[in-house]
């Protein structure tokens, strides 16, 4: 599932391809066919992301909300855009560029109090400014739930994904397993304020890197890591293999239906 910077990134290229300007609104699959027909032609004028939901304001009908799930895909292109697929369940278009929604688990036509109550039911983001992390701290410091847990959970913090949980507690030598309530005021704004930084690089270089400047290939003489997720990191998707720093193994372990990976020697 795309983990907050995806969303935030297509947020960013919705409103440099489309925002301002009338849209014609498709949905070739039928599915958002009733709401489409209300926005076809109307200008876009707002996007907004929150974790990983993606809102698309159209002028005077509300808004979209765009949940893409597991399986859902948002690409784009420029004109004239090829024929659509029986898949697309939204498609965007105007003079220039077409945006094509697959396969997403929400594609709905929502209001304003709506939209609000989809805001008001998550956590901080980190990539939202209106936001010091703060909500978040209130919850964990009290919780008997594992601090891997609740990054994972998104009415506690919206946007984390399985990459960002791994590696923020790495970076901060964090036991996953330890208690929420055992985590320190410190260490939950280190936390906070390093996951504002690493996901806003994930917005600009739309994919993950978590790696310091030391611990990068060309500075340790290592072979770049190959994974199709791209990206540089301690410890995603390499259980087994010899920890960056302590050259200990790479543990996996499932929590909570999701593969969580650490160090036990750095994450002690």
């Given at each position: 599932?795309?983990e907050g910077?995806?969303?935030?990134?297509l947020?960013a290229?919705?409103?440099?391809?489309?925002?301002?300007?009338?849209?014609?609104?498709?949905?070739?699959?039928?599915?958002?066919?009733e709401g489409?027909?209300?926005?076809d032609?109307?200008?876009?004028?707002?996007?907004?992301?929150?974790?990983?939901?993606?809102?698309?304001?159209?002028?005077?009908?509300?808004?979209?909300?765009?949940?893409?799930?597991?399986?859902?895909?948002?690409?784009?292109?420029?004109?004239?855009?090829?024929?659509?697929?029986?898949?697309?369940?939204?498609?965007?278009?105007?003079?220039?560029?077409?945006?094509?929604?697959?396969?997403?688990?929400?594609?709905?036509?929502?209001?304003?109090?709506?939209?609000?109550?989809?805001?008001?039911?998550?956590?901080p983001?980190?990539?939202?400014t209106?936001?010091?992390?703060?909500r978040?701290?209130?919850?964990?410091?009290r919780?008997?739930?594992?601090?891997?847990?609740?990054?994972?959970?998104?009415?506690?913090?919206?946007?984390?994904?399985?990459?960002?949980?791994?590696?923020?507690?790495?970076?901060h030598?964090?036991?996953?397993?330890?208690?929420?309530?055992?985590?320190?005021?410190?260490?939950?704004?280190?936390?906070?304020?390093?996951?504002?930084?690493?996901?806003r690089?994930?917005?600009?270089?739309?994919?993950?890197?978590?790696?310091?400047?030391?611990?990068?290939?060309?500075?340790?003489?290592?072979?770049?890591?190959?994974?199709?997720?791209?990206?540089?990191?301690?410890?995603?998707r390499?259980?087994?293999?010899?920890?960056?720093?302590?050259?200990g193994?790479?543990?996996t372990?499932?929590?909570?239906?999701?593969n969580?990976f650490?160090?036990?020697?750095?994450?002690?």
């Amino acid at each position: 599932m795309p983990e907050g910077h995806t969303i935030h990134r297509l947020a960013a290229d919705h409103r440099d391809r489309f925002a301002g300007r009338p849209v014609r609104v498709s949905s070739p699959q039928g599915k958002f066919s009733e709401g489409a027909a209300l926005l076809d032609g109307r200008p876009l004028t707002g996007v907004d992301a929150h974790g990983k939901h993606l809102f698309l304001g159209f002028e005077g009908a509300g808004w979209v909300h765009i949940h893409l799930g597991l399986f859902g895909k948002l690409g784009f292109g420029t004109v004239p855009a090829p024929p659509p697929t029986d898949t697309v369940r939204l498609r965007l278009l105007n003079e220039e560029h077409h945006a094509d929604l697959r396969g997403p688990t929400a594609c709905a036509l929502i209001t304003d109090p709506e939209k609000r109550a989809i805001h008001d039911r998550l956590g901080p983001d980190p990539l939202r400014t209106d936001e010091d992390g703060e909500r978040a701290w209130l919850r964990i410091s009290r919780s008997r739930i594992t601090v891997a847990a609740l990054l994972m959970d998104q009415k506690v913090i919206a946007g984390v994904g399985n990459v960002y949980r791994a590696e923020v507690l790495f970076r901060h030598g964090i036991d996953p397993y330890r208690l929420g309530r055992d985590l320190t005021r410190a260490e939950w704004d280190a936390i906070w304020a390093d996951l504002v930084v690493l996901m806003r690089e994930g917005v600009r270089n739309n994919r993950i890197d978590t790696v310091r400047p030391e611990h990068l290939p060309e500075a340790m003489g290592r072979p770049p890591r190959v994974d199709d997720h791209g990206g540089e990191v301690y410890v995603y998707r390499r259980a087994r293999q010899a920890c960056h720093i302590c050259g200990g193994e790479i543990r996996t372990a499932d929590l909570a239906a999701r593969n969580l990976f650490w160090c036990p020697g750095c994450q002690a």
